[in-house]
């Protein structure tokens, strides 16, 4: 069983910086596909951007693209979410997500449906 762990979540001013992380546990985390979504009080989770087994390849949603980043260290067992720029509208509960799938995995999904394992969540507000 795949246990994932976020962090770093909190409050922060619009125009700020913060840096998400996710420790997996248990499974083979180098071969996940590994994905952040989001969900914002009465709105649908929705996809952030993924990264893909293999490499370091990702690719993300287009109201993040320029101001967040996913990169992973699979010594560590780590995926990280940069995001900078923050506006009012990223305060929402992030989410990493392990896809085991290893064809897919090495393509990446953006459909929370593909993803096997959740973290619990991670609070990021935003003020103006």
């Known amino acids: 069983q795949v246990q994932l762990v976020e962090s770093g979540g909190g409050l922060v001013q619009a125009g700020g910086s913060l840096r998400l992380s996710c420790v997996a546990s248990g499974g083979t985390f180098s071969s996940y596909g590994m994905g952040w979504f989001r969900q914002a009080p009465g709105k649908e989770r929705e996809f952030v951007g993924a990264i893909r087994s293999r490499g370091s390849s990702t690719y993300y949603a287009d109201f993040v693209k320029g101001r967040f980043t996913i990169s992973r260290d699979n010594a560590k067992n780590t995926v990280y979410l940069e995001m900078s720029s923050l506006k009012p509208d990223d305060t929402a509960v992030y989410y990493c997500?392990?896809?085991?799938?290893?064809?897919?995995?090495?393509?990446?999904?953006?459909?929370?449906?593909?993803?096997?394992?959740w973290g619990q969540g991670t609070q990021v507000t935003v003020s103006s």
């Open positions: 997500a392990a896809d085991r799938n290893p064809v897919r995995s090495m393509s990446g999904s953006m459909w929370p449906v593909d993803y096997s394992y």
